[in-house]
């Protein structure tokens, strides 16, 4: 599963009492929407900002914010807030942001070129560095500033280009067998669109993205709010 390890020993602004501290997987999210937030309000000059303010922007409560924040021994100055540009560093440096992820999408189909084109990735710290297909059609075509490579390359590609990250796009059946070359190739960062369980060794970070299943999770919720029976639940009840 997904965890953050936050080295506290890099600079005198860390807390000491530990060496690493394991941030709540809740609060690793959070501080993703608080980090694109003070992006936002650093690029436009502001330089300090209330937890309620934050709070407000990335859709939660002040109280998550001023905990969430804590964790990175920040807790602000009453009546002043956070200091923008340090907190945005320091969220970064917990996310692990300020390494270079260089990322590489294998499977060059709807998906990966949707991700291969989309900019937005290097502004969130991901240089998307190559894109692998089986099919030769796709050989050495060029989708957005990327050239497809061979995935019977992979190693190599992945060597040359120094990823340290991989998204598989993948159809189901062949995704497991991909994988298993990703990390025999020493990739330990994980991310699959791929509509199946894969295995991997302990010490390598797989994460899933659903979409159907958060779409099913977003239904479920949408019936309830539907159900007469549950009239208290619904917002401004
Ligand atoms: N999780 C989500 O929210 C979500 C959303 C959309 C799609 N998906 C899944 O993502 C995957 C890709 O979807 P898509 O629409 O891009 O499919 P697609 O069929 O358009 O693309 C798949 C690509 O993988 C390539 N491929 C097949 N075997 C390969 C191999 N061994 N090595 C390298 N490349 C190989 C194919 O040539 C093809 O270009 C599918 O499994 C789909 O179910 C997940």
Redesign the pocket.
């Known amino acids: 599963m997904w965890s953050v390890t936050l080295s506290t020993a890099q600079t005198p602004e860390e807390p000491t009492a530990e060496a690493a501290r394991q941030l709540p997987p809740a609060t690793v999210s959070r501080l993703t929407l608080y980090l694109r937030t003070l992006n936002a309000l650093l690029a436009e000059g502001t330089e300090r900002v209330s937890s309620e303010a934050l709070a407000e922007s990335a859709g939660v409560g002040s109280a998550n914010v001023r905990k969430d924040l804590s964790y990175l021994g920040s807790y602000g100055t009453r009546g002043v807030g956070y200091e923008v540009a340090h907190l945005s560093r320091k969220i970064a440096q917990a996310l692990g942001l300020t390494h270079e992820w260089r990322v590489a999408i294998?499977?060059?189909?709807?998906?990966?070129r949707a991700l291969a084109r989309y900019a937005g990735f290097e502004s969130r710290g991901f240089d998307v560095v190559a894109l692998?297909?089986?099919?030769q059609m796709?050989m050495g075509t060029e989708i957005g500033w990327l050239r497809v490579s061979d995935?019977a390359d992979l190693e190599s590609v992945l060597a040359k280009t120094r990823a340290n990250m991989v998204v598989l796009?993948?159809?189901?059946g062949?995704a497991q067998s991909?994988c298993d070359r990703v990390v025999g190739a020493g990739i330990h960062s994980i991310l699959s669109?791929?509509?199946v369980a894969l295995t991997v060794p302990a010490y390598v970070n797989l994460r899933k993205?659903?979409?159907?299943t958060e779409l099913q999770i977003l239904a479920y919720h949408a019936q309830r709010l539907q159900d007469p029976r549950l009239e208290e639940d619904r917002p401004g009840a």
């Open positions: 294998v499977g060059a189909g709807n998906l990966g692998f297909d089986a099919d796709l995935v796009a993948l159809p189901a062949v991909v669109f791929a509509p993205v659903d979409m159907a």
